[in-house]
Structure formats: C-alpha cells, structure tokens
C-alpha cells in the first residue's frame, strides 16, 4: 500500500488537468453571454457526445457487436423500452459468442 | 440575466437532497457495470506496476476511465510524467464541450455549487442530466447524486480488483462492455416512447 512520490506527483498533475477541462468548460461558458445560435449548437452536443464513445465499442468490436447493437436499435424503437433493449443486446452478444465459439 | 423558456417564464435551478438521490437511484445500473470496469482497471494497473494504493489514489483523483485505461500504457519507469499529462489532458478535452452545456444552468448555483460539482461530472450522469434539464426539471445535485455513486463504484473496484487481481480474466467477453454502454446510451435518451425525437441527436426541450 506504498505510495511512491514520484507516482503521486504524477497523479497528482493528471488530477489537476482532468479537473481543468471539467472546470474550464463551466468557466467558459460563464464568461460569454451566449447567442441564441450557440446554445442551439450547445443542445446538439449532446447526442454528439453520446454516440462517440459508443460508436468504437460497436465498431471494433466486430460483426457480433454491430449485429447487437442493431439489435438493440430496433427493439428501441419499437417498445420504447429501455430493460428490454439491454436484454435484447447482451442476449444476442451471448448468442453470436457461442455460434461463433462452435463454428471455429 | 434570467433565462427564459420557450413559455417566456423564468426557469428556476434548484439543488436539492431529492435531486441527488434521483441522479442517484438513475446510476445505479450504471455503478454497477462502472464496477465491472474498475476491477478490470484495477488488475491492469497492478500489472502496470501500480501498487492498490496507488491506483484507488488515481480513480479517486482523476474519476476518468478513458484517461486511466490510457495512461496505464504509458507508466513505466522512468515515468514519462509529461506525457502522461498531456495525454490525460487530450482525453479530457470532452469535458470542455460538456462542462459548457451544463453552463447555462449551472451559472446559476453558487460557485462552490457549480464547480465543486463538476469534479463528479462523468460521461454518464452528465448525459442523464442534460436529459434532466432538457425535460425541464432543473435540480442540479442530479449530476453530483450519480456522479458521486460512480465515484464509489469506481474508486472501490479499482481498489479491489488491484488487491485481488487476476480474478475477473476478461469481463468484456461477458458483455459488459457493451452492457455498460447500452445503461449509458438508452438511460440517456429523452422521454417519450416510440418517439423518434426523443433519440440522441434531437435534444430540445419540449
């Protein structure tokens, strides 16, 4: 349970930079009047930001996950049910391994 | 200057114990499969050469699964301390974005509100938040209630999974990985069902 120094000083510094670009964001924003046409762009970032880090886990993933992942897109959409769509994309995840798992 | 809404009245922000326990009870699912990647941090750190203390130290500190998985591949000794700063901070650069969409509602918290509430802010109850605040419901202690559940999840299973490494070979084989990112993606979405302007991308208020 040693603490090395230089390793604290280290995570010490990656503490201060993650906590400046949280902070800097809020900063930012309060020190600009934003226009009407900003916050609209604002609201956009959202859904931007949602989708980027999904997007590689379904990507590199492979034929499985995308396969999942479409899955899960369409009960979505059809059921509006959230439970139902985490079933429905970890139960084919599950599937696909196993076929996958037999086949080779 | 108050900003108005779309009826022309004043929208107050609130930050109360409710709103906490609501962003909470929101992250459980969350926390949950936060905790299947920390123990998965934790193995890989003790591997990297970070004692348990150490790496519950940086989960604690950084609260930031992206830049820790990212920097674990850069710790060797000699350390290369500045670019390990540098790349935590590349990986942070998000948080610009997202700190500025909180913004416009958190500007009108205290400061010691508003920034000590951003030290929770993670890509998850960020995005329940905004959903939060796009349906109208603005109670900023959301964002620190789940944020806060993360940060024990989190700081917790990176502490256990370095002390007792080794015992989960490869949770993603499971589909957690995905699991989590499905909590993250659908809990995030708008209100509304079977509407497809509730889907990300589509966020104004109603």
Redesign the interface.
């Known amino acids: ?4 120094p ?10 201060l ?14 020190r600009f ?2 226009s009407e046409r900003a ?1 609209a762009w ?13 997007a590689p ?2 990507l590199m ?1 492979g034929p499985v ?1 995308v396969l ?2 479409l899955a ?1 897109v369409i009960v ?5 049910s ?1 439970p139902a ?2 079933v429905t ?2 139960g084919t ?2 599937a696909l ?1 196993a076929m996958e798992a037999n086949l080779l | ?1 108050p900003e108005k809404n779309i009826s022309g009245t004043e929208e107050r922000v609130t930050f109360t114990l409710a709103g906490a326990l609501a962003g909470a009870r929101r992250c459980v699912p969350i926390a949950i499969s936060g905790c299947g990647i920390g123990l998965v941090f934790g193995t890989l750190a003790g591997q990297a050469g ?5 790496a519950a ?2 989960s604690a ?4 699964g ?2 820790q998985f990212v ?1 674990l591949g850069l710790w060797a000794a000699p ?1 290369p ?1 500045a670019t ?2 540098l790349a ?2 590349v990986v ?13 509602v ?2 009108k918290l205290s400061r010691l509100k ?2 000590g509430s ?2 929770f ?1 993670a ?1 998850e109850n960020w ?1 329940l938040t ?2 939060e605040f796009a349906k109208g419901r603005r109670d900023a202690a959301f964002l620190v209630g789940g944020g806060l559940l993360m940060f024990l999840a989190w700081t917790g299973s990176t502490f256990a999974g370095s002390a007792f490494g080794g015992v989960v070979e490869d949770p993603s ?3 957690s ?3 989590s ?9 708008g209100c ?5 302007t509730s ?6 208020p109603r």
């Open positions: 349970m040693a603490i090395d230089g390793a604290l000083f280290t995570i010490v510094l990656m503490a930079a993650t906590y400046a670009t949280r902070a800097g964001g809020l900063w930012l924003a309060s009047d934003l916050g604002l609201d956009q970032i959202p859904g931007a930001i949602l989708v980027s880090p999904v886990t379904i993933g996950e999942a992942a899960v979505s959409l059809r059921t509006g959230r769509a985490m994309g970890v995840v599950l391994r | 200057m970070l004692g348990a203390g150490e130290l940086m500190l950084v609260f930031s992206a830049a920097v350390m301390v390990i700063v935590t901070l942070g650069l998000r948080h610009l974005l997202m700190g500025a969409a909180l913004g416009r958190f500007s508003a920034y951003v030290f802010m890509d995005a905004m959903g084989r499971w589909g990985t995905l699991l990112q499905l909590c993250f993606w659908l809990s995030s979405r509304g069902r079977g509407d497809p889907f990300p991308g589509r966020w104004r």
